[in-house]
């Protein structure tokens, strides 16, 4: 069992940075692949990025280059640093982890957390 809490969330301008974080409790959080996802108003969540448990970091093509993974498995941890935020960006992020190795597909992702509101404004 893997419990995953989001934090980081909040309102900023456009070209704004961000670091959301993803606290896991577990003791096998090195084996997961840990990803974030988004869901935007109106839309359907989507994924955005992912990390293996060998650091192989995935991007979806709306963060690639802005956005960027990383994970502490020593504070059972993975983060989210968000550069150059936009409107478009405006979404509830939610943390997801997998004991499979990567995919993009949310139905191969075991645990969730609640998600973290993140807000930008133009």
């Known amino acids: 069992q893997v419990r995953l809490v989001e934090s980081g969330g909040g309102l900023v301008q456009a070209g704004d940075s961000l670091r959301l974080s993803c606290a896991a409790s577990?003791?096998?959080?090195?084996?997961?692949?840990m990803a974030w996802f988004r869901q935007a108003p109106g839309k359907e969540r989507e994924f955005i990025v992912g990390?293996?448990?060998?650091?192989?970091?995935y991007y979806g093509n709306s963060v690639k280059g802005r956005f960027t993974i990383s994970r502490d498995n020593a504070k059972n941890t993975v983060y989210l640093q968000m550069n150059s935020l936009a409107p478009e960006d405006t979404a509830v992020y939610y943390c997801?982890?997998?004991?499979?190795?990567?995919?993009?597909?949310?139905?191969?992702?075991?645990?969730w957390g609640q998600g973290t509101q993140v807000t930008v404004s133009s």
């Open positions: 990390i293996d448990n060998s650091n192989n970091a």
């Open positions: 997801a982890a997998s004991y499979r190795p990567f995919l993009t597909d949310q139905a191969q992702y075991d645990y």
């Open positions: 577990g003791r096998t959080f090195s084996s997961t692949t």
